[in-house]
Structure formats: C-alpha cells, structure tokens
DNA sequence: GGCTTAAGTGTACAGCTGTACGCTGGATTG
DNA sequence: CAATCCAGCGTACAGCTGTACACTTAAGCC
C-alpha cells in the first residue's frame, strides 16, 4: 500500500498531460495532436498511453477539467484583490489578462474546443464559461440589486468581452494590447453604466429603452 | 476563346468549393477535411484537385473571402432595413442571426478558422471582422456624433457581443435561442446607452467614469 | 519466497494521408 | 487539318495514424 507503484502511474500521466500541454501553440491545436505525438514527448511508448487514457478526447477532457481549476482560482485571487483595493472592472481586466499571459496554451485550448469538433468538448468549455458567468452574476445581483435576470444578462456581457479580449490580446504585439486592454475597459464601464441605468429606470417604470 | 473548356473548369472549381461548404458541419470542420475527402465529394480524383488550388489552405482562403462577400451583402441589406424601420439594434440582431440560421456552415467557418492552426486563415478571417467593425463605426459617428475612438470602440463591443451571440445560438435549441436573443438585445442596449452617456459626459467635462 | 497484477515495451497491420509522375482525350489554336 | 494545350485520371509510394496482441519486469500480496 505504499504506493511506489501508484506513484510512478501518477507521475507518467502527468507527463502525458504536461507534454500535450507543452505541444499546444499558435500553430498547433490539441485536435491536430496526435497520439502518438503526445507519446513521443512524454516519453512514452505510444500504447502506453492507454494505460491512462481512453483516447485522445478522454486527455482533452481532463485538459479542460484542468483549466477549469486555474479559472476558478483565478477568480478568487481577482475577488480578494476587488475586496482589497475597489475597482471592479479595473481589476478584472487586469487579472483576466495575467491569466492569458501566463498560460495561453490553456486559454488557446478552451477557445478552439469551445467551437470544435467534438460535441463532448464544447460541452465541457461551455459549462467551465458558464460557471464563469453565473458566478459574476450573483456576485453583481448581491453588490448592487439588480433582478437576478438583470445581473446575469449583464454578467453574460462582460464575460463575453473579456474572453474576447483575451483572444485577441494572444496573436497581438504588446504595444497594441495596452490599447486593447483600454478598449475593453471602456467597453466594460458602457454596458456596467446601461445597466445600471436601465435598472433604475425600470424601478421607476419609466422607459428609456425605446431609445 | 469560345470557353467551353474554360467553363468546365469554373464548373469544376465550384464543384470543389460546393463539396467543402457541405462537408462543413458541428462534427466536421474545415481543418480536419482532406484533400481526398474534398476532392471524393466533388467527384474528381485527388490529384485533379492540384489544376484548381495548390493545397487545402488555399481553397479555405478562397472560402473565407467568399463568406466575407456573403457578410457585406448582409450588411447593406440591414442598413436598407434600418432606413425603412428604424431600429438599429432589433434589425441588426434579426439580420446576422438570420444569416447565421442560413449559413451555419459558413458562420462555422468563421468561427473555428479565427482561432485556428493557418495563421493564413487567422489573418483572412481578422479582416472581415475587422471590415465589420469598422462599417459599423462609420455609420455610428455618422448618425450620432461620437469621436472616431468613441465610435470604434462602441462599434467594436456590438460586434464582439452579436458574433459571440451568433456562435452561441448555433448549437442551440430552437427555444433557447429566443432567449438568447432577448439577452443580447439588452446587452447592446446596456452599451449603447453607456456609451451616449459617457459620450455627454465627457462633452460636459464631468467624469461617471469613477462609477 | 512464490504468485499475481499491471505499467510499459516492441512488433505488426490496415487504413488513411499528400503528392509525384506519366498518360489520355477532347477543346483550342494556327 | 495538324499541332498544342491542359483538365482530369490512375498508379504508386512513403509517411503517418490508431490500436491489437503478446511480451517483460518490477511491485504488491499472501
């Protein structure tokens, strides 16, 4: 029960998971990866690789499962630095662009399998974005008093920004991402000011909507 | 120069064209198509492929440029939608989720190849959003009287939030979709509304910013 | 200390891929 | 009419893929 045996399966699927990360780049998606590729670089027999792993999309899952953790770690680091210091938006912005700076093969892996091939895996980045949005929302219905409709919908909008931000900020020279970063900023404080306008006209049951 | 010869080439060529665009589904996208599975469903041998594109990353550029000439006729037809009913946003909506409901595969496309492996296909697929956003903005510093940056970054944000609303609504039920389509009309509405205001504030020299 | 279990190996095979090459037959040209 | 061109074809080949199968060898167990 000591488990050098158990040690040394957990050390090798590791390697699997750290080599198909380690492959993932600008020019090299995870379903253009190959198995025997994986292999390869984690040092492994190619039919070694089922000893950890169904298949490939099995890897991909977990791949996703994975990022998953670092987002939502992400996110309380982002929290305790908004309780910290104030701005919301601000604060975002700047730890959602650490992240992707930090780890852009794993951004890159949940923005190509969110529209790829394999419906298991736009389900699993669904649900990871999902999470994502549902947990802003309540945190904004419960810092101001929107509807919870009210603040979902808005959470939905700044998620949507961000995550589109990241992307582009990934192919872009650094100089140009100061100016992304500002544009997304403004976008961010457009749709938190709207809403907030919205909300008190409805309270008021006044309409501005047809504007 | 008669051109039956010629003729039976550009017949060919759509033929290619035709059997790509069909291939293209949620299971089956672009990158993952082969030559031989192209050239199966056009009806030709694979090497005749060679007399009308040098590899499969040419016939895609060629796709992506066709979807841009699809989109543009899109967007004139909404503006001439816009003059004779008015409501930007509500129109602008209908029209691309129309388009999308038409074209998935096209709108697929799009979508997987502006995050994919072909910095090619990147780049191509950059520009036409690019093209989007920028008519957009034209037409709103032309209707209201925001600055160019304003303008453009307004524009940029309607974009981001309809093409991702468009993304989402694919692999939606029919339902849902509705939903998802009320949520987006608010967000615009929230960014819109936000970026007016913002725009008179700053005309006034007071600062909402710090909200 | 012997028996069992299982992680990792090497070989093997069928199926797919892109593409080089030489040919054919009908349209085009002079 | 004869000469040329060229879209489309079939064959061929090397290189890659996933994975079935039988094996070794070291750890775990009684």
């Keep these: 029960m ?13 390697a699997i998971i750290q080599a198909a990360l380690a492959h993932l780049s600008a020019d090299h998606s995870f379903s253009s ?23 490939m999309e099995a890897l991909g899952l977990t791949l996703v499962d994975e990022s998953g953790v670092t987002l939502r770690s992400l996110m309380r680091k982002a929290r305790s630095r908004i309780e910290r210091k104030g701005s919301v938006i601000q604060t975002s912005v700047d730890t959602f662009m ?11 892996l949940l923005l190509r399998e969110r529209t790829g091939i394999s419906p298991a895996f736009r389900d699993a980045v669904a649900r990871e974005i999902q999470h994502f949005k549902e947990e802003l929302s309540d945190y904004l219905a419960q810092e101001s008093d929107y509807t ?56 008021l049951n006044v309409s501005i909507k047809a504007s």
């Excluded at 198995?35 to 298949?55: C, K, N, Q």
């Excluded at 979902?152 to 872009?172: K, R």
């Design 2 to 14: 000591s488990g050098t045996r158990a040690l040394q399966k957990e050390k090798t699927r590791q």
């Design 33 to 55: 990866m190959s198995l025997r590729e994986v292999a390869r670089e984690a040092g492994i027999a190619p039919t070694s690789f089922y000893r950890h792993f169904d298949d």
């Design 98 to 108: 650490e992240f992707v700076e930090k780890n852009p093969n794993i951004f890159r």
């Design 148 to 203: 919870p409709d009210q603040a979902f919908t808005l959470a939905e909008g700044l998620v949507t920004l961000v995550f589109n931000a990241g992307a582009e900020a990934l192919d872009l020279a650094a100089d140009k991402r100061d100016a992304l970063k500002e544009r997304t900023i403004m976008q961010l404080r457009y749709l938190t000011f709207g809403a907030k306008a919205c909300h008190l006209d409805d309270a």
